[in-house]
């Protein structure tokens, strides 16, 4: 079957989300039922608060993205699931509930990384060309990736310490903004100016890792100072200065690769690439460029499941399946 219809579940956060996936790159449905708005609250995601709604909410999420595919269990080749990374208790919801379709109705079972899925979003869009270069900015990482053919990742450049969006999550905490605080910052920082120049981190010459910890210390250290001294700041400018120095570095380490590497195609991956003063940055370096940029839309960012159906059509053409006894694995590798 090379049309093959393969049901993906993911829950490795806070999203409980099924999607059908046609062929690897035809998105049938695609459903995604967040709990963002529960554990704001608490200023982060909450594990035990996580499993429990993603219980709550995989039936119905499920029928939800049969029936916009019009389609029954009958119809599926296969069932694919994030088996990690992720929180281990929110990833054996997905990993159990796939278990049991798969079981039930005789399906070929796949097991999907994470990482790989924020990078397989982008063949929903379009067809990859090798070799390429993606980049993953999403809460928990912050990695170059280099690609000789489908399934085969080498990572090039990782962060040492916090991810991109954990960065922006930890400063946004300390300007007592919501969470998620991507998205918030993102928004303010269109508004504000580049005012206080943080730390660059560049590391040794030559390195394709990251580190953002000493960014994100440099903008409380600045933050405490100036409440201290009664000085007056705009949150705007705050916001804007730090994501100006997230966006040099992670733009410029990964022009630096793609030219280093000649790669065809550059693939932004993962929640930080909905940031729209990342997208605007790597437009202005990479368009009129040799190299193909792909950055999904806005709904292909976040997690979904649409991404987790488009990797497990490479893993099913290359026959790699499951069995019962497949779990989640909060810490798996690429
Ligand atoms: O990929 P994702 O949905 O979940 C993980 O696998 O981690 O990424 C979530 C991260 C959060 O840290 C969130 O603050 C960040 O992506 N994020 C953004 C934006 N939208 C989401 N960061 C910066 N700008 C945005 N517009
Ligand atoms: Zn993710």
Redesign the pocket.
Known sequence: ETNEIILAIETS?DETAVAVVQGGRKLLSNVVATQMDIHEKYGGVVPEIASRHHIEQMTVVMEQALDEASLTVDDLDAVAVTEGPGLVGALLIGVNAAKAIAFANDLPLIGVH?IAG?IYANRLMQEFEFPLLSLVV???HTELIYMKQHGDYEVIGETRDDAA??A??KVAKALNLPY????V??KLAQEGEDLYQFPRAWLEDGSYDFSFSGLKTAVINKLNQMKQKGENYRVEDIAASFQASVIEVLTEKTFKATNDLGVKQLIVA???S???GLREALHQKFDNRDIDLMIPPLYLC??NAAMIGATASIHYHQGEFKDLSLNANPGLML
């Open positions: 956060c994470h924020h999403s809460g928990g969006g954990e922006y999550d998620p605080g991507g998205p910052l993102d993962g929640g930080v909905a940031n729209k976040t997690d």
